[in-house]
Nanobody
Framework: QVQLVETGGGLVQAGGSLRLSCAAS????????MGWFRQAPGKEREFVSA????????YYAASVKGRFTISRDNTKNTVNLQMNSLKPEDTAVYYC???????????????????WGQGTQVTASS
């Protein structure tokens, strides 16, 4: 079992920045690929970014590439999402997720993740 707790959401003006953090507990953190997803009202949950277990390999959605940066610290059992140049369309609940095993193309789909956090609201106002 893995427990995930996200922090760092909030309200920011368009063009601003936020940093989300996800703290993991309950299992060997470095066994898991970590992902960030988001869900806006009335929309499906969508992939944002993912990072591999040990070597920092990353994936990004086209909509956030160049603006968001994912990172992890296996000594602290945390994964972070630095979000810059936020746009109103980035407004959503952001979820941290864990998937046991290496980073593969499957990491882009929510159904391939084993554990989820409770989510944190991010609002970028225009």
């Amino acid at each position: 079992q893995v427990q995930l707790v996200e922090t760092g959401g909030g309200l920011v003006q368009a063009g601003g920045s936020l940093r989300l953090s996800c703290a993991a507990s309950g299992s060997t953190f470095s066994d898991y690929t970590m992902g960030w997803f988001r869900q806006a009202p009335g929309k499906e949950r969508e992939f944002v970014s993912a990072i591999g277990r040990n070597f920092g390999i990353t994936y990004y959605a086209a909509s956030v590439k160049g603006r968001f940066t994912i990172s992890r610290d296996n000594t602290k059992n945390t994964v972070n999402l630095q979000m810059n140049s936020l746009k109103p369309e980035d407004t959503a609940v952001y979820y941290c997720a864990a998937r046991k095993g290496p980073l593969t193309i499957a990491a882009l789909r929510p159904l391939h993740y084993d554990y989820w956090g409770q989510g944190t609201q991010v609002t970028a106002s225009s």
